[in-house]
């Protein structure tokens, strides 16, 4: 008879309980795997993140002269300068002041480097070196 008889099967609540307890240690292993996963990932984006801010709060130097040589027109000029645009525009007609133009009666365009240099080498307008003079 030992051939003709059958496996005893397991109650129907023993195989659900072996069952689900395979799927929750099957999920477990790949959450495990998905929380390494993701917790990489979210690492990588920190450091990307800490990486854009130090470059933004940090310029490189190289970064720097691009910056420096920048053009302004007559009205970021004046405003960077301190001064009004008709006086800046009076200055450069005496060509006190670096300038450029593309042709009589254009816009004027100054460079930023050129306008520090001349601000450093004391360039003033007259009407605040007279004003300075009688304040001194």
């Known amino acids: 008879m030992a051939a003709y008889a059958t496996r005893r099967l397991k109650p129907a609540s023993q195989a659900l309980r072996h069952q689900s307890s395979w ?4 999920e477990s292993s790949d959450s495990a795997a998905g929380n390494s996963l993701l917790d990489t990932l979210i690492d990588q984006l920190a450091e990307r993140v ?35 645009r008709d006086t ?17 009666g254009c816009k004027l365009y100054f460079r930023r480097s050129e306008l520090d240099a001349w601000r ?8 605040l070196v007279s004003t300075l003079r009688r304040i001194a």
């Open 88 to 104: 800046l525009r009076k200055l450069a007609a005496e060509r006190a002041i670096p300038a450029e133009q593309e042709g009589p």
């Open 120 to 127: 450093r080498a004391g360039g003033r307008p007259r009407h």
């Open 50 to 84: 800490v990486e854009r801010l130090a470059s933004a709060t940090n310029p490189s130097p190289a970064s720097d002269s691009g910056a420096h040589d920048e053009w302004f027109d007559s009205r970021h000029a004046a405003d960077y300068l301190g001064v009004h």
């Open 23 to 26: 799927i929750a240690s099957t």
